[in-house]
Each structure stands twice: as C-alpha cells, then as structure tokens.
C-alpha cells in the first residue's frame, strides 16, 4: 500500500487542466472496474473445468490460492512504486499483465496454465490496488479542489468491491446462454482490457518523477511497538473475513453443483455476487458509524452468517446457504473495514503504507491458507461436514479477534 503523498494537487491548475482530471478520473474508474471484475470471473466456472481435465475438488482450491499467492507478491513487490514511477505506468504495466492472463486462459486448455494465469492475474492486481486508489484521490483532488477526499475515497472501495462481486454474476450470464463457456468470457474480458488500457492512456498522470530514482526495494511490512496489540488483533480479523469470501469464492461452484446437483453457472455467480456485494453494501451503508458500532454490527452478522453457513450445508438447503452467504458477506465486509481503520489509526504518517501493506498481506493470507486447507480436506471428506468445520473455526476466531480489539478500544489503548 502507498499514500499519494507525491501528488501535485498543491499546483496550481486551470479550467482545461481540472476538466482532464475529472474525465480521468471516470476514465480510471472504468478501467479499475474491468480489472476487478476479471479477477473473479472464473468463479461460476471451476466444474467446467473440473470436469474437462478430471481433476479433484483440491485443485480448484490450489488455483484460487494461486491468485491469493500472486496478490501478495503483488503488493509486496510493486504496490508502492508507483509513487515515484508514476501512477499510470504502474497501473499500464498491471493491465497489461492482466491481458497475458486473459489470452491464455482464452488459448491454453491445461491445468498448469490455469495456474500460472491465475497467479498472473493476482500479481497484476496487487500492483492495481493501491495504485489506482491513489490515482483515483488525486484525480479528484484536482478536479475538484473545493471538495474534501471522501467522495474519491468511497468511489474506489465501491469498484474495488463492485467489480469482485460483477465477475461471477457476468461470466454467469454469459456462460449462461452462449456457447463455449470457457472461452467466451475471457474473449470479452480481452476486448475490456484492451479498451481499459487505452482509458488509462488518456487519464492524466499526477505524480511528478524525481530528478533521481530512488533504489528499488520492496515494500516494507512495518507495525511500531506501540500499535502492535491492536495490529494483531485487526489482522486476525482481517485475515478471518477474507477466509469467508475466499470459500465462497472458490468452493461455491462445487457446493451447488456437486452436493446440490444444481449445474447453473448463473446460480453460482448470483450466490457470490450476493455475497460480495453484501459486503460492499454494509460498508455504504454504515460505514460512517464509529468503529465500537461497526465491529459490533460486523461480528453479529458475521457470526449469524458463519452459523447459517453450517446449518445450510449440513442440511443442503440452498436458501438457507444464500442467506448465510449474504449475512456473512455483509459482517466481512463490516470487519475488514474496521481492521483498515485500525492499521490507519494506529500508525504514524510516516509508516502508516507499511502498515497498511501488512494488513492487506493478512488479509491476502486469510483468503489462500484456510482455503487450501479446506480444499485439502474436501479431498477426504464430504463438503458439507467440511464448510461446518471451517465455520466453527472462523466463528472463534472473528469473535476473540473483534473482542480483543473492541476492549482495546474501550480501554483507550
């Protein structure tokens, strides 16, 4: 993660050059959309692809955590340099790759190159994140000078999330009622990106290059002392929340067609978009009450979601896995905001990116380890006894993670 402390939103700026900045600013949005959108598209399509090369439940698990692994690589290596390379080269460079990642899922029909597409597409993203979040606030910053950061703020979480929760629905739709499931989705997503890198092409830049590059290195990981008791606690939570959407995104498709019987491609993708965009919802929705009131609201539909999530895949009930699935989405969605507002709260300016970029490491974690282990245990035992067990774990975990930072907070630590 980086600040967009690098921007000339100081200078001054005519007429002309505000109005580029707000049409780059929209220009940013689309293409920020598209590319979130394609890092969930194969979600509805994983028995597709299970069934075309035969392999077990565990592979699809090991190719979602292949994106997560990309994710963090991601961010750990280019999430930061975009504040003196420039925030468009980065955000060109990302979408180029994320266009490798496409063709090849439109050309190449074998296991490994799912793989490597995948984590191709993770690695672009790590880079887009934080990136196009501080293009997006400088955009605005210039654009509109006499408006405060929110607006920019609250834009670039909506497609950040948005454009995760529009993936499955329209590769749903389009796998749907078209032929060649896997292919057509990919070919759209080609001709998107492509349009998506001219966008970008035409945003203004608005970070000035230094004279003299400064040497490359990784992005720190850096928590001070003092902020570590909370950090801890906020991470666990982090990393516990994206566990849930890391199941639902990757074990959906398996659930509803393999234990359900039920083959719709639209079904799945509306299940996760459900459960993606509930979280984008509770963010908007409540997303300006303090954080005690937050993380409470959080943990409560987290944990009515997580004991839904048991008792529909115990019983088999498809609406009752949807409304767990909603219910949970929207307590993610709720907790990982407060842990984002916990790493920016207890930092100082000077660490506060390399704060952030740890609790998106956690959280990128959260959403590859568990998954893997439950792919691992799907293997051996039956899919439902596994989605009770990984709900039991994650309960405890989201409410002794959210319990210690709830009295930390009322402590004043």
């Not at 909370?230 to 393999?258: M, P």
């Amino acid at each position: 993660m980086t600040t967009a402390g690098q921007a000339p939103t100081g200078t001054h700026h005519d007429a002309a050059s505000r109005s580029r900045h707000r049409r780059g600013f929209w220009l940013v949005v689309g293409a920020f959309l598209v590319l979130m959108a394609f890092t969930t598209l194969p979600t509805p399509l994983y028995p597709l692809y299970q069934q075309r090369d035969g392999f077990p439940t565990f592979v699809i698990t090991l190719i979602f955590a292949a994106y997560g692994i990309g994710v963090m690589a991601g961010l750990y290596l280019a999430g930061h340099v975009s504040d003196y390379l420039g925030r468009r080269p980065v955000l060109l460079a990302a979408t180029a790759v994320e266009l490798v990642s496409a063709v090849m899922f439109v050309l190449l029909q074998d296991t490994a190159s799912l793989l490597v597409a995948r984590f191709l597409c993770g690695l672009g993203i790590g880079a887009v994140t934080a990136t196009a979040t501080a293009h997006l606030a400088e955009l605005h910053a210039v654009g509109r000078p006499d408006s405060d950061g929110r607006f920019a703020s609250v834009v670039a979480g909506a497609v950040n999330t948005g454009g995760l929760a529009l993936g499955p629905l329209v590769a749903g739709l389009l796998t749907q009622f078209l032929p060649h499931p896997l292919t057509v989705p990919y070919a759209v997503w080609v001709v998107l990106l492509a349009v998506a890198f001219v966008a970008l092409l035409l945003a203004p830049e608005t970070v000035h290059r230094p004279a003299s590059r400064p040497a490359y290195r990784p992005q720190r990981v850096s928590v001070e002392p003092a902020a570590r008791p909370h950090f801890s606690a906020a991470a666990v939570a982090a990393a516990a929340a994206f566990s849930v959407l890391g199941v639902f995104t990757s074990l959906t498709a398996s659930f509803v067609g393999g234990t359900l019987g039920l083959h719709s491609r639209l079904l799945t993708g509306s299940i996760v978009f459900g459960v993606i965009g509930a979280s984008a919802l509770s963010q908007v929705a409540l997303g300006s009450r303090d954080v005690p009131q937050r993380l409470r609201a959080g943990r409560a539909a987290m944990a009515v979601g997580l004991v839904l999530v048991a008792v529909g895949a115990w019983t088999t009930s498809l609406p009752l896995f949807a409304v767990a699935g909603i219910t949970a989405g929207a307590g993610v969605g709720l907790v990982f905001n407060v842990a984002i507002t916990t790493a920016s709260t207890v930092s100082s300016p000077e660490h506060r990116g390399e704060t952030l970029a740890g609790m998106f490491l956690a959280a990128y974690a959260g959403i590859t380890v568990p998954v893997v282990a439950a792919g691992v245990a799907v293997t051996y035992l039956p899919a439902r006894s596994v989605l009770v067990v990984f709900a039991g774990i994650v309960l405890v975990a989201v409410l002794v993670s959210t319990t210690r930072l709830l009295t930390r907070s009322s402590a004043g630590d």
